[in-house]
Every structure is written in C-alpha cells, then in structure tokens.
C-alpha cells in the first residue's frame, strides 16, 4: 500500500526549484537521483496492466527506476539478496559490530566519499580480521559481511559500517572451528585503538598522496599543517566500536539484514507531514532511553532535500561488502570447509529457491495470480481493457 507521504512527492513539488536554487552545487549523482525518484512508478517510466486470472481485476503497475537510493525500489533487490545470504547462514550465533568514524573526520569523508568510504571499509575489516586471528584472543579466521550507512536518524553525516560476524572462525591450519564465547567475541577497546591506528595513517597517506579534495569551509585543510591539526584531537580519542550479544539463531540474523542492507537515508514510513513550511517525520535520538527516543522533527524543505542528497553514493561504490571465510573469491569454499568442521550438512542448490524477477503481488481481490495483458512505454498513458468496469487502477506495491 502506498505510504500517504513519499519522498518522491517532496522531490515533485520541490525539487524543480532546489534544482534551480542550487544549480552548479548539485553533483551529477545527486541529479540523477533526484530524476530517478520523481518519475519512479510513473508513467514516465512506462510500465503494464495486469489481470487477475479469476475474477478479471485489472490494476496498472508502472515501473520502477531501481534506484539504490529510491525508498520505493529495495523491495524486491533485498529479497534477492536475502535468500543468497540465507545459503551462507552458519549454525553459530552472530554478533553486530558497529565501526564509526568522529565527526572531525566524518566532515572529511563528504568531500572524499569514494576514497574515505573505501577506507572505513578496509581498515574496520582489517582490524576485525587481525585481531581475531591473535592468538590472545580468537586465534582464528573469521567472516564479515559489512554495510555502510552514511546518515543518522535526522539524515545528518555519520558514516559509520554495520558488521554480522559469525561467532568464531576457521583455525589456521584449517583443522577445526573455533567458537567464540557465548556473548563476547573480540575486545572492543582493542578495537578501537588498531582501527585508529590504521585509519589515520592512512588517511594522512591519501592526503599527503594529493588523493584529497577539500572545499567551503574546510578548504584550508589542503594544507598538510591545517590537516594534521584538524586530526591532532581524534588522535587521543575513544574510535567507538559497538558490539552487540549475538542474534538468536539464523531467522534474527536475516530479520537484521533486512531492516539495514537496503536502506536509504530515510524511509517513507518515518515521513508524517509535508506543507509549506517543511517536512515533519519520526527521528530516534539515541541520547534519550525508553520512549522518550522516539521523537519527531520538523525541517525546512529545502534542508530535507539537502539532507537527503547528502547520502548520495559515488556511482558504482559498492555499499555490502564480504571479507575473510565470506570473501567472494573464496567464499564457497570457506563455507563448505566451516560446515564440515561444524559436522552440519551442506545446502544443496535446492535448498534456496530465487523470488523469480517477474514476482507480482496475488490480486487484491480474489488472491489469484495476475498476469500481463498489455504493456505501454516510458511517457504513454495505457489504455483500458475492453470493456474493463473496474475501478481499481493503484500502482504496484
């Protein structure tokens, strides 16, 4: 069912006047997206007229523009993606990791997306990966599957990478698994100092590699001094690395990574009002315990905007991420040696079925299968069915 606020209906009411109100500010990517979410399930984008099969209920569904950053359009990509982690599920418990950077350094990462984003990437993974092959701790070869979000609940900048990580790993020789406590897995202060470490000196290596760009306030950090100042006091403080006591068995597993894989800066659901003074929608401050966390904002519309094309991602950055027994390359591999060591079975090809691409919700009236009798191109109105008497004509969900 169609939420009674989108985001795509502030982009059209709104968005030709930011464009023009920000023009030469609005990065190629942002535009598009922009585009991308004001024609999604219009007729813009062309689409078809169904028919159920029984009772001869007939509804138009238009296209989707796929857009990752569309709140309408990760549906049926998070299906996909789901059921192929689903065959990957081990029988151990799993533990949520959250890396996140400071805000002094989250300011630098708007302007380098690519590269700093790419970073959190590797150096969280990598101090995953290092310490617990340490003997002291884990001593053994874990897998990650990690997701970058890039805002906080009030869509502002705070890039940080969310980790599933099985409780325990493969032993060096690969003779046996090594199971990790029942409710700890790694140090978190430990952690957080090697994720330091790694990150800064690596970013102080980009910068002094001329990899950085730097604009509007911030434009004086090009210079190595102003730099190095800027980093002086994330140096002596606390990286939070966040680790959670494991799910309870695969289906929470999935549940989690289908409420954070495929999500965008905001969803539709959060959205509550949108008149002219601004957009009001439900926000978490996580400042706040119990239910006075649930709170409610209200932002200028152009702010709104602003905020949300600021978690716009660099074109084909890639935001899910494997690393170590889940590394692609050596991934099948990995899990069939994990599972033999576990003494479980391996899933065979039939133990997942793929939601099939051309998947259609069941009639709304009789439940029965509904099929195509008539498809039109991108900006062409569809023509009714023959005779057609019904007057349900609401878009795909």
């Known amino acids: 069912m169609r939420a009674s606020i989108e985001v795509a209906d502030i982009f059209r009411a709104a968005g030709p006047a930011y464009r023009v109100a920000h023009a030469g500010h609005l990065s190629l990517a942002q535009l598009k997206v922009m585009s991308a979410i004001e024609h999604c399930r219009t007729a813009a984008l062309g689409g078809h007229v169904e028919a159920s099969e ?22 049926a990509t998070a299906r996909t993606w789901l059921a192929e982690r689903e065959a990957d599920l081990l029988p151990v418990g799993y533990f949520h990791v959250v890396f996140t950077l400071p805000v002094e350094v989250a300011a630098i990462a708007f302007h380098n997306k690519a590269a700093v984003y790419d970073l959190l990437f590797k150096t969280a993974s990598e101090t995953m990966l290092t310490i617990a092959a340490d003997p002291k701790h884990l001593g053994a070869r874990i897998g990650i599957t990690a997701v970058l979000h890039t805002w906080g609940s009030a869509m502002t900048n705070h890039p940080h990478v969310h980790m599933i990580v099985p409780g325990g790993g493969i032993s060096p020789d690969g003779s046996r698994w090594i199971s990790s406590r029942p409710a700890f897995l ?212």
């Open 186 to 397: 790694l140090p978190v202060r430990g952690l957080g100092k090697l994720f330091r470490r790694l990150f800064l000196s690596r970013l102080v290596a980009l910068h002094e590699a001329g990899r950085l760009v730097f604009f509007g306030a911030i434009a004086h950090l090009a210079e190595r001094r102003a730099f190095l100042r800027q980093l002086s006091p994330v140096r002596k403080k606390r990286w939070v690395v966040y680790a959670k006591a494991p799910f309870a068995g695969p289906e929470a597993v999935l549940a989690y990574l289908s409420r954070y894989t495929h999500r965008v800066a905001i969803s539709n659901s959060r959205l509550i009002r949108f008149e002219e003074n601004g957009v009001t929608f439900r926000y978490k401050d996580y400042r706040r315990e119990g239910a006075e966390r649930q709170q409610v904002m209200t932002l200028a519309t152009d702010e709104f905007i602003r905020r949300f094309l600021l978690h716009v991602l660099p074109r084909g950055f890639h935001r899910i991420r494997h690393y170590g027994l889940l590394a692609s390359g050596a991934r099948k591999a990995s899990l069939t040696l994990a599972r033999e060591l576990l003494n479980v079975a391996a899933l065979s090809d039939d133990d997942t079925t793929d939601e099939p691409d051309n998947f259609r919700p069941p009639c709304p009236c009789c439940g029965g299968r509904m099929i195509i009798i008539e498809t039109f191109e991108r900006w062409r109105q569809p023509r009714g069915p023959p005779g057609a008497t019904a007057t349900n004509r609401e878009n795909a969900p």
């Open 54 to 75: 029984d009772c001869g209920q007939w509804r138009i569904a238009y296209n989707s523009c796929r857009n990752r950053h569309c709140p309408k359009c990760q549906g």
